[in-house]
């Protein structure tokens, strides 16, 4: 079984930067796509970044120019620095791989931006 973990999330002012990290571990040949989403209260999860084996990457709109994703395929760890953070970036923070097909998720990371 995959499992997930977490971390870098925490409380940080408006214009601030965090760095989530998420490590993989488990039976895994390869990861497929490592991926953020979040969650902010009473919205639904959406994505935040993605980046395949091959380092393609994918971002929300809303981020652009401020997040970026990273990974590193020998470690099975994929990383999100984010820069200039704003309130609307408040969100429960989740880590999603894909392996052989299967989805896993971790349990999430809370982020606080204060105005």
């Known amino acids: 079984q995959v499992q997930l973990v977490e971390s870098g999330g925490g409380l940080v002012q408006a214009g601030g930067s965090l760095r989530l990290s998420c490590a993989a571990s488990?039976?895994?040949?390869?990861?497929?796509?490592m991926a953020w989403y979040r969650q902010a209260p009473g919205k639904q999860r959406e994505l935040v970044a993605a980046?395949?084996?091959?380092?393609?990457?994918n971002y929300a709109d809303s981020v652009k120019g401020r997040f970026t994703i990273s990974r590193d395929n020998a470690k099975n760890t994929v990383s999100l620095q984010m820069n200039s953070l704003e309130p609307e970036d408040t969100a429960v923070y989740y880590c999603?791989?894909?392996?052989?097909?299967?989805?896993?998720w971790g349990k999430g990371t809370l982020v606080t931006v204060s105005s």
């Open positions: 999603r791989v894909v392996v052989d097909y299967t989805q896993y």
């Open positions: 488990g039976p895994i040949f390869r990861v497929a796509v």
């Open positions: 980046i395949t084996y091959d380092g393609d990457t």
